[in-house]
T-cell receptor
């Protein structure tokens, strides 16, 4: 079993839809949770960064962390074709960047006009 | 966040040869990392490169195959040695500044390597 599980998709939605992307994990030591967006042939771009449980909102994006369930989510409101990309969740055990990030496999999202 | 560039952006190489990938950052950073992303897969950490010390390699990666240099706080290189088709992948560097506001990793654009 992988430490971080993420549905690979592809997830196809119409423009304007609310998108829900999710990851589950098994390591209860994870405390820092990140979402990266990766366009085709580009490097991952940091979207959201959260610590421990709770919600964090940034524009159309909301990140949720439920440590009790070992489950994190990224919601995208009013999705746009420009949101079409692969979304990677990542997590680490402490606020020490020398500790490696563990990535999910990525979910490919397609937003159709 | 730091601006990160990588050279080359892509290359096609012959089996048995070696390729050195450069990673340049526009500001001094504490730590640099090298990842591999195989087609359709997520990111796998190869090694952590710290200035002034030898790189720390993850399980399954060895220095003879992936030698790394980190001569200063803004630059690192990764060499893929004695390449085989299985080394075809995207190689990404990332950076972080320990103690920064988010203390997380920012990625370069990647180097797309094809080995024939």
């Amino acid at each position: 079993q992988k430490e971080v599980e993420q549905d690979p998709g592809p997830l196809s939605v119409p423009e304007g839809a609310i998108v829900s992307l999710n990851c589950t994990y098994s390591n209860s030591a994870f405390q820092y949770f990140m979402w990266y967006r990766q366009y085709s042939r580009k490097g991952p771009e940091l979207l959201m960064y959260t610590y421990s449980s709770g919600n964090k909102e940034d524009g159309r994006f909301t990140a949720q962390v439920d440590k009790s369930s070992k489950y994190i989510s990224l919601f995208i409101r009013d999705s746009q074709p420009s949101d079409s990309a692969t979304y990677l969740c990542a997590m680490s055990g402490n606020n020490n960047a020398g500790n490696m990030l563990t990535f999910g496999g990525g979910t490919r999202l397609m937003v159709k006009p | 966040s730091a601006v990160i560039s990588q050279k080359p952006s892509r290359d096609i190489c012959q089996r048995g040869t070696s390729l050195t990938i450069q990673c340049q950052v526009d500001s001094q950073v504490t730590m640099m990392f090298w990842y591999r992303q195989q087609p359709g897969q997520s990111l796998t950490l190869i090694a952590t490169a710290n200035q002034g010390s030898e790189a720390t390699y993850e399980s399954g990666f060895v220095i003879d195959k992936f030698p790394i240099s980190r001569p200063n706080l803004t630059f690192s290189t990764l060499t893929v040695s004695n390449m085989s088709p299985e080394d075809s992948s995207i190689y990404l560097c990332s950076v972080t500044n320990r103690g920064g506001s988010t203390d997380t990793q920012y990625f370069g654009p990647g180097t797309r390597l094809t080995v024939l």
